[in-house]
């Protein structure tokens, strides 16, 4: 039996060549200018080498005032379209799809001497800064903004653009009644709260004609937030709207403990696949190809999304085959002479 991990997978014209996915994770390796470093080319270039499908690198910030960190990529102004299409051929001339994560990290933007901004002046923690409660100007001028993003995303010739609504960063903040407590039309019914993500989606579809995912948090893990049966409401939505595919994470609005495990946040993608009929991708300590190849084999997601092993092992996916009793392509590099690059 073929093993599903390494068969083909479509979403409009676009085919990864398997279902592994690097999942976005930030590097904190430019400087203020948000260009593309000799790491990034290195770092990202040596995970396509080693197979994986689609390569989403860490977020591209929208807004030089909405960074998740010090030295994180920009994708706020088109100087950085130069650099970005640099290291998406290189991503290419290895085999690997290459994704753009876009996002703004709002109330907890960690940007000397900049106050951060949020749906409601309130803080992520009691250690954390009080966010400026954004105006309607202001929340239409970083629709622009993500709108722009995946115009220069375009420009630069990633194959898939990711919306990202999770992890406590700014669109997420609208969608969770623990960091919005607006009174107008961006706030209280959850119809309201999801108003800035819509317009955002559809502001990012004026520009972008590709596969659309939108990365989510499947539940806020504290009492009065969001849940895994708000999520699928919320999932729904983006259907409605043409998103492609949801990818399930969860947490980061709140400051709690989270008990993490193998697969924990599997189920969120099962559910919103098989409830909402929507394409999902998977992620949350997958270690393993059986682990990856379970999900795929019992339709609880379409797409697996490796994060830490892929920072221990850029050759995950040759770990995985060996495991499922793959064979795999190999750099051609790595085949000269006859060798064989899966028992060697």
């Known amino acids: 039996m073929t093993a599903k991990l390494f068969s083909p997978y479509t979403i409009k014209d676009v085919t990864f060549k398997n279902r592994i996915v ?12 948000g260009e593309v470093k000799n790491f990034h080319l290195t770092h990202y270039t040596a995970r396509a080498l080693g197979q994986a499908g689609l390569i989403i690198p860490e977020t591209l910030v929208v807004d030089s005032d909405g960074l998740i960190g010090p030295g994180d990529l920009g994708i706020w102004d088109d100087y950085h379209i130069k650099g970005l299409k640099n290291l998406v051929d290189r991503i290419h001339e290895f085999g690997a799809k290459a994704g753009a994560q876009i996002g703004h990290a709002g109330r907890v ?6 106050t951060p901004i ?20 202001d929340i239409q001028t970083i ?18 653009l990711e919306v990202h609504c999770a ?34 989606i559809d502001a990012v579809k004026a520009e972008w004609t590709g596969p659309l995912f ?12 969001n849940t895994p049966e708000t999520y699928v409401e919320y999932a729904k939505k983006m259907k409605e709207q043409g998103v492609d595919l949801v990818d399930c994470s969860s947490g ?14 599997v189920p969120a993608a099962d559910r919103i696949r098989n409830e909402v009929g929507i394409a999902t991708g998977a992620v949350g300590l997958i270690k393993t190809g059986r682990q990856a190849e379970e999900i795929l084999r019992n339709n609880r997601a379409d797409l697996v999304f ?12 040759r770990a995985a085959a060996e495991e499922l009793d793959a064979n795999i392509e190999a750099p051609v590099q790595y085949t000269r002479y006859g060798s064989n690059w899966l028992k060697s």
């Open 118 to 137: 949020g749906p409601s002046p309130i803080p992520f923690s009691e250690n954390t800064q009080t966010p400026i409660e954004m105006t309607k100007k």
């Open 306 to 317: 490796i994060g830490r092993e892929f920072l221990k092992n850029p050759f995950w996916p």
């Open 109 to 114: 933007t960690n940007k000397e001497g900049v």
């Open 22 to 33: 690097m999942s976005p994770m930030c590097m904190h390796s430019s400087d203020e200018s």
């Open 252 to 265: 980061g609005i709140a400051p709690v403990k989270v008990n993490s495990y193998p697969n924990y946040q």
């Open 143 to 160: 629709v622009h903004s993500f709108k722009e993003a995946a115009r220069r995303a375009r420009e630069a010739g990633f194959d898939i």
């Open 167 to 200: 992890h406590g960063y700014l669109l997420n903040e609208f969608l969770s009644p623990l960091s919005n407590q607006r009174t107008d039309e961006y706030g209280g019914s959850m119809e309201n709260r999801y108003r800035m993500i819509g317009e955002v």
């Open 214 to 225: 939108v990365r989510i948090s499947s539940t806020d893990y504290k009492e009065g937030g």
